[in-house]
Nanobody, 118 residues
Framework: VQLQASGGGLVQAGGSLTLSCTVS????????EGWYRQVPGSERERVAL???????EYLDSVKGRFTISRDTAKNTVELQMNDLRPEDTAVYYC?????????????WGQGTQVTVSS
């Protein structure tokens, strides 16, 4: 499974960005897809997750501002980010995961930088 992320950039506080991730590969039954972010010196944190059922979960600090969605036909997962804040600045990574014997396997895309200026 390969993930290709795009859409990062520089935006002023209050602005919007949309991140997109194309998921390719076969033979794997994906359970959930999501977006994580990481700033230097901190652990990677989960921002949003969407299950194959359509159920979504969000980090508390982004609720009401970010929306995760999936386009099954295009095999893409998008993160619409509105009302961006300087504290949203991070490298964002898309993620897909599935269950394997005895555990859960994660796949990661390359990071895309999001910078929000005040």
């Amino acid at each position: 499974v390969q993930l290709q992320a795009s859409g990062g950039g520089l935006v002023q506080a209050g602005g919007s960005l949309t991140l997109s991730c194309t998921v390719s590969g076969s033979g794997v039954k994906i359970f959930a897809e999501g977006w994580y972010r990481q700033v230097p010196g901190s652990e990677r944190e989960r921002v949003a997750l969407i299950y194959t059922t359509g159920l979504t979960e969000y980090l508390d600090s982004v609720k009401g501002r970010f929306t995760i969605s999936r386009d099954t036909a295009k095999n893409t997962v998008e993160l619409q980010m509105n009302d961006l804040r300087p504290e949203d600045t991070a490298v964002y990574y898309c993620n897909a995961g599935h269950f394997i014997a005895g555990g859960y396997e994660n796949f990661w895309g390359q990071g895309t930088q999001v910078t929000v200026s005040s």
